[in-house]
């Protein structure tokens, strides 16, 4: 994992603290990062939306004692975990899931 990336978390916290105090839950920051998304998904040209919610996902990592690094093993890991499950579509949700 590059190192820039939790040196960016780092700067992205320490400007969070400072602008908001320090946090010691998620709950509103994983509200605002629901916002993010929904303006993401009606505009996915705009790139400063998804570093929007970058910021917000990773200062939620930060907050619950994760550095990027551990973010991105974890989906190393998580990602081998979903090639190996059979995928479905959900008629009720309309989304593709894991079949369980």
């Not at 993401?40 to 550095?67: C, H, N, Q, V």
Request: negative net charge; charged residues 35%; proline residues 1%.
């Amino acid at each position: 994992m590059n190192k820039d990336f939790d040196e960016l978390q780092i700067t992205i916290g320490k400007w969070s603290d400072s602008q908001f105090g320090k946090r010691d839950h998620i709950n509103g920051i994983l509200k605002h990062l629901i916002e993010e998304i929904i303006e993401i998904s009606e505009d996915p040209k705009d790139i400063t939306e998804f570093g929007d919610a970058y910021m917000l996902f990773s200062d939620a990592a930060r907050i619950s004692g994760f550095t990027m690094s551990q973010v991105y093993d974890a989906t190393l890991e998580k990602l081998e975990i979903n090639k190996n499950r059979e995928w479905a579509l959900d008629e009720e949700s309309g989304l593709m899931k894991h079949v369980k």
